[in-house]
């Protein structure tokens, strides 16, 4: 596995205010990471630190094994964390030639990165006269024009009507299909659920939970039981290699499944072991419910 880029116990303060808390994460070559989290829970922070336009407090990171310095790392990223900035009164041609002087670039994949957007029908057109989501397909194939090994993209999807968020969604997958390593910022849920592989959760700062999103998604539910004898419950349910935390509240008991079971096992189970239930529900959260749970503000 090659590494892109590693964060090591990033902390970034604004005065009193911590923006980002203790993080830590590694980025490896070929996948799509989401940096999932609400409003100023420090994704574009964290972004602006590893793209060497925010200072950070403490910590470190390092690109592509701390081989190069970061200036020469940078020309091998490319990056969108502001709104898509162009000429109004140049084509899309021209001012990807613009950029193509600016970045030191060759010109001659412009036409390939417009195809890649879906622009090239539109490329002698000017650039005021772009929707929002042409402007922001033309954001990311000038982020292209160097050929990045990674593409940093800050809530690409913003403001964007279904249609356009569906042809942002499509272009970042046909991008990482190619190869590109990709690190994309959302407060969306389903965004990060439907374009990434890779996930790091942050609240307020620091980070709740990173891994694959599809191991995210496993969860085996839990159940609501009741029973006379709520003690000998709660003692056989925690001795039970199949179950996490469990919670009581209100003589009502939750206990949360580490693998598959079903009600009526658990049912028959408790039977042979003396103890009758007089509730048993199964339940299942929903992501939605999960990341809620994770990101909710209880301090
Ligand atoms: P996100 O991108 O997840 O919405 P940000 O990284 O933009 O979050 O912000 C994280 C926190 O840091 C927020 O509370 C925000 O108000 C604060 N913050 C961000 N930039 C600055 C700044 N330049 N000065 C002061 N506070 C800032
Ligand atoms: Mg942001």
New binding site residues.
Partial sequence: METILTVNHLTKK??Y?T?VKDLSFSIEKGNVYGIL?P????????LGIVLNVVNRTAGDFSWFGGTITTHTALKKVGAIIERPNFYPYMTAIQNLKLVCKIKEVPQDKIEEKLEMVGLLERKNSKFSTYSLGMKQRLAIASALLNDPEILILDEPTNGLDPQGIHQIREIIKKIASQGTTILL?S?LLDEVEKVCSHVII?RK?EKLYSGRVDEMLTSYGFFELRANDEAALVTFLSKHASFGPIKQENGLITAILKEEMKATTLNEDLFNNGIVLSHLVKRKESLEEQFLNLTNNKD
Avoid: P, Q, V, Y
């Fill in positions: 604004f005065g205010l923006a989290g409003n100023g829970s420090g994704k574009s922070t964290t910022a407060h942050l700062g």
